[in-house]
């Protein structure tokens, strides 16, 4: 049927207990169509495209799949209507093969009796020639950096003959290098008649990659736009439903004296290979430091070491002139160490505990919520309650598990958390990952305003603007090395990018380069 959508959902609803995550929404999807759907944390994207996928049935509303109403009571049944989903988290075995994985719950035999890997492995490869996929079907997922085991989530939905592909969040562990490279992947399986639709925060991407822009508020559709037609502004501005600060405003930093000095650490990673080499810097107060680097190049064993998550094998690490190597986390965190996790799920919260307890996950000991080995559950509550209001964590209660938040709003729970204590160290590892612009905002103001009140705060983030927009000075990591520090003012995002690559300082502008 001409013009008929391959997709339309209308009237979606869905009712938590306390939450209306979707009211009332609409959308359609046309063939060979990227639709962007773009929100804050909490806006109810995921959650509608999980009914889609089956994985929560609407409380009103329906489905429609090329003009058909579709009862789709749980995945097996979205994948047999040609959905597919690639989920934010990905939802791959480690210890398994590629083949192994795309294979599994759906396994192909021959005789009867043995799996035929060879026959799946074949089909791999013909999927990965024919959109530039490039993966390795014997390769162990755990060997794989996160593009490429992204690439692998891709081709289990083709595998499965998917020709509706939704994609959530699926830039928000991907390196700028990686993100083009989908991109390219996208419009590969666009011109091949597949339909996207693409869940995301960074407005960058959306203008750039998207064919529509369908925003949603608080789970209502409040506009569906063109790209050609918007603009960062007028996105951010729709979805947050007020006027946006874009843009970092600071001051000059004043630096005082020297907070964190490293010098020649050397850290393996979990395989006993040399991740962390011979790196050397200063931190002073009242700055931030910003770190960069192509993901998988020392930052995250860095960091880990830094806060007492990973051996130090040589080096020290002094913190106000104390040598802190291989101290305990919560040595470290007591010394007045704040510390937002690259990994929130593993390193940040425990997912099946209260928002409230998960607020005071590393104070919980002191006052002022103990007094002596009693916790005082009312100052616990009365805390919680105020972070939750001040920093805006979207749930229906403090005493909801941090496992059923958006994974923006998680990132919201730890924040409040290490933001919340007087620090002298602040470490921040990715502290904007899946978080919208309004938050984004909001939490760049706050480190801001960190480094002001005269907090030392190294910031790790593979977003070259955020690196750029937040640090005072930024030191280059490639190949678990420092190759360069430099003053973020007065070197541009190329250039940076060039030294992220491999280049030397002697490529860079005199100027550009400081002291580490």
């Known amino acids: 049927m001409p013009n008929v959508p391959v997709l339309e959902l209308r009237g979606i609803t869905k009712q938590f207990p306390g939450v209306l995550a979707n009211d009332n929404v609409n959308l359609t999807l046309q063939a060979g169509e990227i639709h962007a759907l773009l929100g804050e944390n909490g806006a109810g994207k995921t959650t509608l495209m999980n009914i889609l996928y089956g994985l929560y049935k609407p409380t009103k509303g329906d489905i429609f799949i090329r003009g058909n109403r579709a009862d789709i009571h749980g995945p097996v049944d979205a994948i047999s209507q040609g959905i597919g989903m690639v989920h934010q988290h990905f939802m791959l075995v480690p210890v398994l ?37 490039n993966v390795d079907p014997d390769a162990y997922i755990k060997d794989l950096p996160v593009g490429v085991q992204q690439r692998v989530e891709i081709i289990k939905v083709l595998y499965r003959n998917a020709d509706i592909l939704i994609l959530d969040e699926p830039t928000a562990v991907l390196t700028p290098q990686e993100v083009e490279d989908l991109f390219a992947i996208l419009q590969s399986l666009v011109d091949r008649g597949i339909s996207i639709i693409f869940i995301t925060h960074k407005l960058k991407e959306v203008l750039a990659v998207a064919d529509r822009i369908t925003v949603l508020r608080r789970g209502k559709t409040v506009g569906t736009v063109e790209p050609e037609n918007s603009t960062e502004q007028s996105l951010a501005d729709l979805m947050v439903g007020r006027a946006v600060e874009l843009t970092v405003k600071k001051g000059d930093a004043a630096p005082q004296a020297p907070v964190l000095t490293v010098k020649n650490l050397v850290v393996k990673d979990d395989r006993e290979n040399i991740t962390v080499e011979g790196v050397s810097f200063t931190l002073r107060a009242g700055e931030v430091l ?8 020392g930052q995250t064993e860095l960091v880990e070491a830094l806060t007492g998550l990973r051996q130090v094998e040589d080096g020290t690490i002094e913190l106000l002139n104390k040598n802190i190597a291989n101290a305990t986390p919560r040595t470290i965190t007591e010394m007045g160490v704040g510390h937002v996790p690259e990994d929130r799920q593993r390193d940040g919260l425990v997912l099946s505990y209260p928002i409230k307890d998960n607020m005071v996950l590393n104070t919980y000991y002191r006052p002022p919520f103990a007094r002596w080995v009693v916790i005082d559950e009312q100052m616990v509550v009365a805390k919680a309650e105020e972070r939750v209001k001040e920093y805006d964590v979207r749930t229906p209660s403090i005493y909801a598990t941090a496992g059923t938040l958006s994974g923006g709003n998680q990132q919201k729970v730890i924040v409040a958390r290490e933001f919340s204590r007087p620090n002298k160290l602040l470490i921040a590892s990715q502290p904007t990952r899946g978080l919208d612009v309004g938050s984004i905002e909001y939490i760049h103001r706050r480190i801001i305003e960190q480094r002001d009140a005269g907090t030392a705060v190294l910031l790790v983030s593979t977003e070259l603007d955020e690196v750029r927009a937040l640090s005072d000075r930024i030191a280059v990591m490639f190949e678990g090395k420092i190759v360069a520090v430099v003053n973020a003012t007065d070197i541009s995002k190329d250039q940076l990018g060039l030294l992220m690559a491999g280049a030397t300082p002697e490529d860079m502008p005199p100027s550009a380069v400081v002291a580490a």
């Open 97 to 133: 093969t590629v083949t192994e994985n795309v294979m599994l719950g759906q396994e192909t035999v021959k005789n009867g009796i043995f799996l035929d890997k060879r026959a799946v492995a074949e089909e791999i490869r013909r999927i990965s020639r024919e959109h530039g996929l």
């Open 290 to 297: 910003g770190i960069a680097g192509v993901q998988g190049n």
